[in-house]
């Protein structure tokens, strides 16, 4: 059994990070250390080698976790062991308030990391949820995280057909909360935008869908895999003989490229993960911001307020700024709860980001 790694995302920028005397592998699924892994040669149970122990014991952010690129190294009685997660390009990391652990995910206060290089992360809130309309500020909370994580976020505002009228306004409105990221209606159930959403993960991409319970995630990835896929997915084969394998499901291989990682911990992923992101969601406030008279403008009624002029000539939606006003408090509050260690590993995340954006501009003709 032989896989392309190519179609589970492996490409030059990772292989120009993987050890001599290496072979690379992705991470399907994490259990107490050890992991299940696709290389090229097929799917493995692999166990913690020594480097991913200790970095792990200092830090659980060194954990494994799906997702994650990883170097295997064979051992002299052939078997092969996990000897180093390759840098991630983004991450999902939870904070460590988590009294619930899920996904074998220990709550011990520290952060942890639960899917890497995700791609694209599709935010899905649907039109209508039982009597209520879409939640902009649900939408507002999620694509902060999706940018903290790295990722890309695209807006979905899912069960399109539930509504008759009124869409294009309410499509107005979620652009207007998610200033800079695409926005598309998506019915699974007609099959409406599914081919666009699938279209993201082109070059073998790697997607999170992120949603409350309800919001026909499940149900879009069923109809981005044309099938049953939730059960049983398959890659073909490199040889193109058409042979096919399962892999297991919380890294989901679909059918017309790309992948989608749907994991316990990324289904419940918090609103708490936020920082920098929230600024980009809010750019237009922070925007505003700035042309406030005094630099330290708390827009609550100081003179020369441009924050509180937008709001009096309409321009800035009142709920907008509450919004933002609650998720500033609340990044603040998480900013407090991360340890040093987290903010290395994002800083260290972002160092990597940059480092890939500096050397793929370069290797551009
Ligand atoms: N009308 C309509 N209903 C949909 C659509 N997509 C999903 N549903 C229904 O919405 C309900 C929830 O869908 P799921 O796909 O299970 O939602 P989920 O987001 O995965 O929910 P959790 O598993 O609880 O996180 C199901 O009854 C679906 O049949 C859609 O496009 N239109
Ligand atoms: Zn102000």
């Known amino acids: 059994m ?53 970095a792990s014991a200092a830090d659980p952010v060194a954990l494994p976790c799906v997702g994650d690129w990883v170097a295997l190294r064979l051992l ?42 995700v791609d694209v992360v599709f935010v899905a809130e649907p039109s209508m949820h039982s009597t209520d309309f879409a ?20 807006v979905l505002v899912t069960k399109s057909d539930l509504f008759e009228d009124g869409l294009d306004q309410l499509l107005a409105e979620v652009r207007v909360a998610a200033p800079g990221v695409d926005v598309h209606a998506v019915s699974s159930l007609h099959g409406d935008g599914v081919p666009l959403v699938g279209s993201y993960l082109e070059g073998s991409r790697t997607a999170v869908v992120l949603g409350p319970s309800g919001a026909g995630k499940s149900t879009l990835v069923n109809a981005l895999a044309g099938a049953e896929v939730m059960e ?28 989608v990682i749907d994991t316990p911990g990324i289904r419940r992923i918090g609103l708490y993960d936020m920082g920098e992101g929230v600024d980009r969601v809010f750019a237009d406030i922070e925007e505003l911001a700035e ?42 509050w998480m900013a407090s709860r991360t340890d040093a260690r987290l903010r290395k590993e994002q800083q260290n995340k972002w160092r990597i980001i940059t480092k890939e954006m500096r050397r793929s501009g370069r290797s551009r003709p």
Do not use: M
Request: contains cysteine; aromatic residues 4%.
């Open 2 to 54: 032989s896989y392309d790694l190519s179609l589970l995302g492996w490409n030059d920028l990772r292989a120009a990070e993987l050890p001599a005397g290496t072979v690379p592998a992705r991470v399907a699924r994490v259990d107490r250390g050890a992991a299940e892994v696709i290389a090229a040669d097929g799917q493995l149970q692999v166990k913690y080698g020594a480097r991913v122990r200790r």
């Open 76 to 117: 002299p009685e052939g078997r092969h062991e996990l000897d180093e997660v390759l840098p991630r390009t983004t991450a999902f990391i939870r904070g460590g308030v988590s009294r619930d652990s899920v996904g074998g995910l220990s709550g011990d206060g520290q952060g942890q990391v639960l899917a890497a290089n």
């Open 135 to 154: 939640d902009l500020g649900r939408i507002e909370r999620l694509v902060a995280l999706a940018w903290e994580s790295g990722g890309t976020p695209v």
């Open 232 to 259: 049983t997915q398959q890659v073909r084969a490199a040889d193109g003989r058409g042979r096919h394998t399962t892999v297991h499901r919380e890294l989901i291989p679909l059918p017309g490229g790309g992948l």
């Open 291 to 332: 042309r406030c008279r005094f630099a330290d403008c708390g827009h609550s009624g100081e003179p020369g307020c441009a924050v509180l002029a937008a709001l009096e000539s309409g321009e800035l939606p009142e709920r907008r700024l509450e919004s933002w006003r609650k998720l500033q408090r609340e990044a603040v």
